[in-house]
Nanobody
C-alpha cells in the first residue's frame, strides 16, 4: 500500500531553519506532482509549495524566497527547506503526492500523516 512518511518537523526560533522530508513507499506506477500543505489551528489547509515530475515549482506568495522545494525521483522523496521562519509559519505540514499505484488505472492524491512545525521564541 502506498504510504507517505514525513520527517523533520520540530520547534525552531524565528529566523531559524528546518528541513522537511517526505518519502513515498509502496507499489506505484508513477508519481506526478508532489507538494507540501500546511494547516494551522482554526485555519484552512493551504498549499505551501509544489513540484512537478519535471521539477517545475510553485510557491505560495508568503513563503516565496524563504522556502525551497525539491525532489529526488530516484529515491521518491520530496523535501522542503524552510529558512527565515516566522511565527506565522507554525502549522502542521502535510506531504502530498499524486500517484498512480501499481495495479490501478487512475492517479489520486495521497497524504502524509502530518508533522508539526512550531516557530516560537
Amino acid at each position: 500500500q502506498v504510504q507517505l512518511v514525513e520527517s523533520g518537523g520540530g520547534l525552531v526560533q524565528p529566523g531559524g531553519s528546518l528541513r522537511l522530508s517526505c518519502a513515498v513507499s509502496g507499489g506505484r506506477s508513477g508519481i506526478n506532482t508532489m507538494g507540501w500543505y500546511r494547516q494551522a489551528p482554526g485555519k484552512e489547509r493551504e498549499l505551501v509549495a509544489s513540484i512537478t515530475s519535471g521539477s517545475i515549482t510553485n510557491y505560495a506568495d508568503v513563503v516565496k524566497g524563504r522556502f525551497t522545494i525539491s525532489r529526488d525521483n530516484t529515491k521518491d522523496t520530496v523535501t522542503l527547506q524552510m529558512s527565515s521562519l516566522k511565527p506565522e509559519d507554525t502549522a502542521v505540514y502535510y506531504c502530498n503526492a499524486r500517484i498512480r499505484p501499481a495495479g490501478n488505472l487512475f492517479a489520486r492524491d495521497y497524504w502524509g500523516q502530518g508533522t508539526q512545525v512550531t516557530v516560537s521564541s
